[in-house]
């Protein structure tokens, strides 16, 4: 393994991208500590202080931000814009038929549908820094009593806001441009490893505000439970169902094509992180609905609002910790169904003489495919729902805050991630006729 990574270092190629990587990386932490304009650092800091939780409305953002978010930073949006608007065109694509005719087009096709990406992303990047701004001059960002907290922005101005809306929707443009970067000229999928970088940042605050709070004997059970997790995660996820496929010969002149033998490999996991960050965006809807509607001083609260507030707002309730299985359950069915068709694989397959032995060619194809797919989705979306719940155990149980590590969308993102980022390296170690990090 040390071998393998010595290698990396003595190749130009690689020891170059790699260098360029880490530098993008450091810039994009960087931004992440500098303070946006008119925002006052101190009464931030002191807020961040005193809250020490992240309060459930923002957690998710705030997550794959890298703290960003709540520090008020250029870069306070993070990635969520993109994720966001990659998620809406890909959703689109089932409702508009020109979206599916250019996805199908080939690499011209998803280079304007990737333009179209970058569009709604700086549309989003305007309306969540409004949002933002706007909960920030309310004192509603951070769960503390605290009038510092409601001081956040020293210049209530209409340029003000304008410049500040300006400064974090660019911050977001900055940050999808560096992802394209280290996808072009780095290694890895840029996007996917600067949420990686995000993440993996808050891991050990996370980890160190547990032992400072229940002490060492449960930091290192923590950490224990954390590494069974992190191999339940890897196994699951590298985990798949190989249907068989095979191709008849055909003769072209006095030549032999096809004859060959494949299988088409259906994932335990097939719909990723997005069944958990669709539940977490979906159950953070009741709770700013009722955060808008809250009483003016000394009038009492209407009853939804009671209700929402007490149910739907903190992870460690019974009631919110199932809606937030049976949503994951749910949406990873739905995203499942819009990504694989069945129909589309049985019709490739029977265009190009392929079938599965024992099913006939066309609609028997699709049926047992969807059968497969049906089949292996329940225990994918039951596990993504358990890794999902772990953070709100981890919150009921040890009082830990919701950014609990090992658990929830960071650690299906870690692994996911460091698994395909290792893959890379290892084929390019593997081409130039070295011995791979992976055996």
């Known amino acids: 393994m040390f071998n393998a990574i010595g290698r990396i270092f003595r190749t130009p190629d690689l020891r170059r991208k790699l260098g360029f990587t880490l530098g993008i990386v450091a810039l994009f932490r960087l ?47 993070g990635i969520m814009p993109y994720i966001t608007a990659s998620i809406i065109v890909q959703l689109l694509r089932v409702v508009i038929p020109h979206f599916e005719t ?81 996808t072009e000229r780095g290694i890895g999928n840029g996007m996917s490893l600067l949420i990686f970088t995000s993440i993996a940042s808050s891991f050990p605050g996370s980890l160190w505000s547990i032992a400072q709070a229940r002490g060492l004997d449960t930091f290192f059970v923590v950490l224990a439970v954390g590494l069974l997790v992190v191999v339940a995660v890897v196994f699951v996820e590298q985990s798949q169902r190989r249907v068989p496929v095979q191709y008849a010969k055909r003769m072209v002149g006095r030549r032999t094509y096809g004859g060959n033998n494949t299988y088409i490999p259906i994932k335990v996991n097939m719909a990723g992180v997005v069944p958990v960050i669709f539940a977490s965006s979906l159950l953070y809807l009741p709770a700013l609905i009722a955060q808008f509607n809250q009483p003016a001083a000394g009038e009492e609260p209407q009853a939804w609002v009671v209700w929402i507030t007490n149910y739907l707002t903190k992870g460690d309730h019974p009631l919110y910790m199932l809606l937030y299985f049976l949503l994951i359950v749910g949406f990873t069915y739905f995203y499942v169904a819009i990504t694989f068709n069945p129909d589309e694989v049985a019709e490739n397959m029977k265009k190009y003489g392929g079938f599965i032995p024992g099913i006939r060619a066309g609609r028997p194809t699709a049926e047992y495919l969807d059968y497969v797919l049906t089949r292996i989705t329940l225990p994918g979306s039951l596990y993504l729902g358990l890794i999902a719940l772990l953070p709100l155990i981890a919150l009921s149980a040890f009082g830990a805050n919701q950014n609990f590590p090992f658990g929830g969308a960071s650690i299906l993102i870690i692994v996911g991630v460091g698994l395909e980022t290792v893959k890379q390296i290892d084929a390019q170690l593997q081409q130039r006729h070295y011995e791979g990090l992976l055996r």
Not at 44 to 71: D, I, K, R
Not at 138 to 167: E, H, K, R
Not at 176 to 182: A, D, V
């Open 31 to 77: 931004g992440s500590f500098i303070p946006a304009p008119f925002v006052d650092f101190g009464n931030v800091q002191a807020c961040l202080a005193a809250s020490q939780t992240t309060t459930g409305l923002y957690e998710l953002v705030n997550l794959f931000s890298g703290g960003a978010l709540l520090q008020l930073s250029i870069f306070a949006l």
């Open 102 to 182: 250019l996805y199908k087009e080939g690499q011209s096709g998803q280079g304007r549908l990737t333009q179209y990406t970058r569009y709604l992303t700086i549309a989003l990047g305007v309306l969540q820094s409004t949002t933002l701004i706007t909960v920030a001059r309310s004192g509603a960002l951070f769960p503390s009593s605290d009038p510092s907290c409601s001081q956040l922005i020293t210049n209530d101005a209409w340029y003000a806001i304008l410049l500040m809306v300006i400064t974090m929707t660019a911050g977001t443009g900055l940050i999808m441009w560096m992802g394209e970067l280290i």
